[in-house]
């Protein structure tokens, strides 16, 4: 995985992340997140909007709305998006969330449980989709270059 050059920040609103499924030792690149800061509930998380957009010929684009955890020191959601913490991703409970799988196809998001990296900026976890005839897949994320 390529690294960024610089801190990342919590969710960055103002940067592209590419997003990989991990098929056992193979990275398989999926699309594009992009995310915007949807609202702050006071002393648990942000909840930011998540547009996924794949890398088919035709590409489409998922939404999805993921709740960020805030952090002791860290409960701005203003603030956070500009500086880095670790922390960790969810999706917002009671929503439906849209990407795609290893072979670009649309599909329900499930499950979405990621760290993020307030260095590297990058967010690793996993992911449930509907068409997962296997079980979940481990999810990378990182900030495009």
């Known amino acids: 995985m390529a690294m960024a050059s610089t801190s990342a920040w919590a969710l960055d609103t103002g940067v592209t992340y590419d ?6 030792f193979v990275d398989i ?3 594009q997140l992009f995310f915007s800061l949807d609202a702050d509930y006071p002393g648990l998380t942000c909840r930011y909007e998540l547009e996924w957009a ?4 035709l590409p489409l684009s998922g939404d999805c709305f993921v709740d960020e955890y805030k952090v002791h020191g860290h409960r701005s959601c203003v603030i956070n998006a500009a500086m880095p913490i670790h922390t960790s991703l969810t999706l917002s ?3 439906a969330c849209y990407g795609f799988d290893k ?9 979405l449980v990621a760290g ?8 690793d976890g996993t992911v449930l989709e509907t068409g997962a ?3 979940p ?3 990378e994320a990182e900030v495009g270059i």
């Open 19 to 24: 997003a990989f499924i991990v098929n056992g």
């Open 116 to 123: 993020e990296d307030g260095d590297s900026g990058e967010i």
């Open 54 to 57: 794949n890398y088919a010929f």
């Open 93 to 95: 409970q009671g929503t």
């Open 103 to 111: 072979f670009q196809q649309y599909e329900q998001v499930l499950m």
């Open 133 to 135: 005839a296997t079980g």
């Open 137 to 139: 897949y481990g999810f």
């Open 29 to 31: 690149p999926v699309g």
